[in-house]
T-cell receptor
Framework: EADIYQTPRYLVIGTGKKITLECSQTMGHDKMYWYQQDPGMELHLIHYSYGVNSTEKGDLSSESTVSRIRTEHFPLTLESARPSHTSQYLC???????????FGPGTRLTVT | KNQVEQSPQSLIILEGKNCTLQ??????????LRWYKQDTGRGPVSLTI?????NTKSNGRYTATLDADTKQSSLHITASQLSDSASYICVVSDRGSTLGRLYFGRGTQLTVWP
């Protein structure tokens, strides 16, 4: 069982609100990732980080932003939530080796 | 374009039966292929990971095969249990980046009935 945590697990919020999705891992992994997944669809990479103070955008364009001030913490922020942001957000981390990625339980976001 | 295609999209089987899920990929250059199990509302959990030189790997009742020449993989589940009901995702990694970019299939939704 991987030691990677996400909070909240479920969030229902109104349009225009600012939200932050939390992700923490205790494995000391340098690389961390945020994925977006709609029901029945594949995961899409939206952000990743090689380490502290490193953040990059992924394959899928996203209005969210991320920060990596500490190795173990990789929060994702939406400044102004919209219904189109409704989705499941999965955080993952990996070590330097064979790139095995460990996933958190996900945050199910609903914007009304 | 790097892609991962899975079939069938969904599958229903009776408890105790065996089943095989398929994965075809076009990712190049190939690094490794993984099968993940994703329960509803949860994050994916790794079942197996295979590199280019491996053609079969087992994890309990799960056996994955890889044919790197034809770029095909399968996941065989033996003596299915109700807890096997989940989405099974095929994921391929390329060697072309230090990130270890992953390409995800859409998954096969397996339902096991009693």
């Amino acid at each position: 069982e991987a030691d990677i945590y996400q909070t909240p697990r479920y969030l229902v919020i109104g349009t225009g609100k600012k939200i932050t999705l939390e992700c923490s891992q205790t494995m000391g992994h340098d690389k961390m990732y945020w994925y977006q997944q709609d029901p029945g669809m594949e995961l899409h990479l939206i952000h990743y980080s090689y380490g502290v103070n490193s953040t990059e955008k992924g394959d899928l364009s996203s209005e969210s932003t991320v920060s990596r001030i500490r190795t173990e913490h990789f929060p994702l922020t939406l400044e102004s939530a919209r219904p189109s942001h409704t989705s499941q957000y999965l955080c993952a981390s990996s070590d330097r080796g064979i790139h095995e990625q460990y996933f958190g339980p996900g945050t199910r976001l609903t914007v009304t | 374009k790097n892609q991962v295609e899975q079939s069938p999209q969904s599958l229903i089987i009776l408890e105790g039966k065996n089943c095989t899920l398929q994965c075809n990929y076009t990712v190049s250059p190939f690094s490794n292929l993984r099968w993940y199990k994703q329960d509803t509302g949860r994050g994916p959990v790794s079942l197996t990971i295979m590199t280019f030189s491996e053609n079969t790997k087992s994890n309990g009742r799960y056996t994955a095969t890889l044919d790197a020449d034809t770029k095909q993989s399968s996941l065989h589940i033996t003596a299915s249990q109700l807890s096997d009901s989940a989405s099974y995702i095929c994921v391929v990694s390329d060697r072309g980046s230090t990130l270890g970019r992953l390409y995800f299939g859409r998954g096969t939704q397996l339902t096991v009935w009693p």
